[in-house]
């Protein structure tokens, strides 16, 4: 998200008719960049952070399945949002898509309401998934502070023991 709270989408299309297709349908609601080829796409992922990544299956040099692969490797994106748009509609390619770590598969042409909702959708799943994530690191952190104190306590209860013992 940036600083005017607006999510960021990076689409990775060579075809720039699509390109402007999706930036005038996302623009209004969200920060909008963009990369022609997968491995500028990568390249810019790796140095902007983005809230989401719009990505197109068939390119030159490498193709989109590719380029997910290498994003999902990558330590800073490796939970961000990959959704493929594509005129690839076979079953297999839509398995093959998610396997490789991609979070949903739309076929082209595509519909503006759909994709302005499972945007919506991927990135408040994609927020409540980091909420959830902090709040479980929030929670080891006590739970080890609070063994900690455990610990410390027994060993003084332990000691105090040893003392009364060796008294007598």
């Known amino acids: 998200m ?3 709270g607006r999510s960021r989408v990076l689409i990775i299309d060579d075809s ?9 349908v996302l623009s209004p609601d969200y920060e909008v960049s963009f990369a022609t080829c997968g491995v500028e796409g990568v390249a810019l992922a790796q140095r902007f952070p983005v809230d ?3 990505l197109d299956v068939m390119m030159p040099k490498i193709d989109g399945y590719e380029v997910c692969r290498q994003l999902r490797e990558q330590r800073m994106t ?3 949002p990959i959704v493929f748009l594509t005129s690839l509609a076979s079953p297999r ?25 499972r945007v919506k959708n991927h990135l408040l799943f994609a927020q409540s998934r980091r909420a959830l994530k902090r709040q479980n690191e929030e929670l080891e952190l006590l739970v080890f502070e609070r063994t900690k104190e ?7 209860l332990i ?4 003392s009364i013992i060796t008294a007598f």
């Open 2 to 4: 940036n600083v005017d």
């Open 16 to 24: 720039p008719g699509v390109i402007e297709f999706l930036d005038g």
């Open 52 to 54: 989401i990544i719009l």
């Open 78 to 80: 490796r939970d961000t």
């Open 93 to 117: 390619d839509e398995e093959f898509g998610l396997t490789l770590g991609a979070d949903d598969f739309i076929a082209k042409p595509i519909s503006p309401p759909v994709l302005r909702a």
């Open 150 to 156: 455990v610990t410390r306590r027994d060993h003084k």
């Open 159 to 162: 000691s105090a023991q040893t």
